[in-house]
């Protein structure tokens, strides 16, 4: 029998216990949102808007519920899809109406069917599946907005000063890393790129998540795709309204017009 180096079931060990702390983030946006829907089933059927009022209490009920819990499952899915490519921390507006219009389609065949059931004696007729797309879409983009700003988290561009204790997210360092100096932080799809002074590695995480765990390093967010430590930045400068940071290894870290003003108020472009 092969037994597996250590160095490979460390390595294995310390990728199920990240991708554990993924899963258990993940599960709270999925209460989160499911919460938010189960909220607006109560109101909605006490409401009774859209001509749900005709409905007795308990088929009323069942028709926001399969229409607002049945819309949440698909939206959250299509939510996280695009909050990891779009960046969504910075474009809420533009995720939230994309998300939308995304679901418009097949929130609107759930709605049309439970509402056929519920309404016309299990009738189902295609006239009625167009009048219900303005609806859903509005509905929709009200959900998404909603979920978008319970999961946002406050804009935070510098994180505190140097602590004595070790930041969380240098736990989550590959072996080979171990002992690094940590440089910057860019989101590469689902995973992040660590720069390091010992090369780079990837690990599964979302930007905004990283960034919470990396307080106590003196360090911004200057993209939406980035991160950088403060010590770690080689050159700066600040030309024609046009920012540009690099790393001791010459890359060059983006800066976005969002965090431009931020930084250029902390000294960050006065510093080299």
């Given at each position: 029998?092969?037994?597996?180096?250590?160095?490979?079931?460390?390595?294995?060990?310390?990728?199920?216990?990240?991708?554990?702390?993924?899963?258990?983030?993940?599960?709270?946006?999925?209460?989160?949102?499911?919460?938010?829907a189960?909220?607006?089933?109560?109101?909605?059927?006490?409401?009774g808007?859209?001509?749900?009022s005709?409905?007795?209490?308990?088929?009323r009920?069942?028709?926001?519920?399969?229409?607002?819990?049945?819309?949440?499952?698909?939206?959250?899915?299509?939510?996280?899809?695009?909050?990891?490519?779009?960046?969504?921390?910075?474009?809420?507006?533009?995720?939230?109406?994309?998300?939308?219009?995304?679901?418009?389609?097949?929130?609107?065949?759930?709605?049309?069917?439970?509402?056929?059931?519920?309404?016309?004696?299990?009738?189902?007729?295609?006239?009625?599946?167009?009048?219900?797309?303005?609806?859903?879409?509005?509905?929709?983009w009200?959900?998404?907005?909603?979920?978008?700003?319970?999961?946002?988290?406050?804009?935070?561009?510098?994180?505190?000063p140097?602590?004595?204790?070790?930041p969380?997210?240098?736990?989550?360092l590959?072996?080979?890393?171990?002992?690094a100096?940590?440089?910057?932080?860019e989101?590469?799809?689902?995973?992040?790129?660590?720069h390091?002074?010992?090369?780079?590695?990837?690990?599964?995480?979302?930007?905004?998540?990283?960034i919470?765990?990396?307080?106590?390093?003196?360090g911004?967010?200057?993209?939406?795709?980035w991160?950088?430590?403060?010590?770690?930045?080689?050159?700066?400068?600040?030309?024609?309204?046009?920012?540009?940071?690099?790393?001791?290894?010459?890359?060059?870290?983006?800066?976005?017009?969002?965090?431009?003003?931020?930084?250029?108020?902390?000294?960050?472009?006065?510093?080299?």
């Open positions: 029998m092969v037994r597996e180096p250590t160095s490979q079931f460390r390595e294995r060990l310390t990728r199920f216990i990240r991708d554990a702390r993924m899963t258990m983030k993940q599960a709270q946006d999925w209460y989160r949102a499911l919460l938010i189960l909220v607006s089933v109560a109101v909605l059927t006490i409401l808007p859209l001509g749900s005709a409905l007795s209490l308990w088929p009920l069942g028709y926001w519920f399969v229409g607002m819990v049945g819309g949440t499952v698909i939206g959250v899915i299509v939510v996280t899809y695009l909050r990891d490519r779009i960046g969504w921390a910075d474009r809420p507006i533009l995720t939230g109406l994309i998300a939308a219009a995304i679901l418009t389609g097949p929130v609107s065949l759930l709605v049309w069917a439970t509402g056929s059931i519920a309404f016309n004696d299990d009738v189902f007729e295609l006239q009625a599946l167009g009048l219900d797309i303005v609806p859903v879409f509005t509905v929709s009200c959900m998404c907005a909603i979920n978008l700003l319970a999961q946002r988290q406050p804009v935070e561009t510098h994180t505190h140097a602590d004595p204790a070790a969380r997210f240098l736990e989550r590959p072996p080979k890393l171990c002992g100096e940590l440089w910057a932080v989101a590469e799809d689902h995973y992040l790129r660590l390091t002074s010992q090369g780079t590695d990837l690990v599964l995480m979302r930007l905004s998540d990283a919470i765990e990396l307080d106590g390093i003196e911004a967010q200057t993209h939406r795709s991160w950088i430590a403060r010590k770690a930045v080689h050159a700066a400068e600040l030309i024609n309204g046009r920012a540009i940071l690099s790393l001791a290894d010459g890359t060059i870290v983006p800066v976005s017009r969002t965090y431009v003003r931020a930084l250029r108020a902390e000294g960050w472009f006065d510093q080299k």
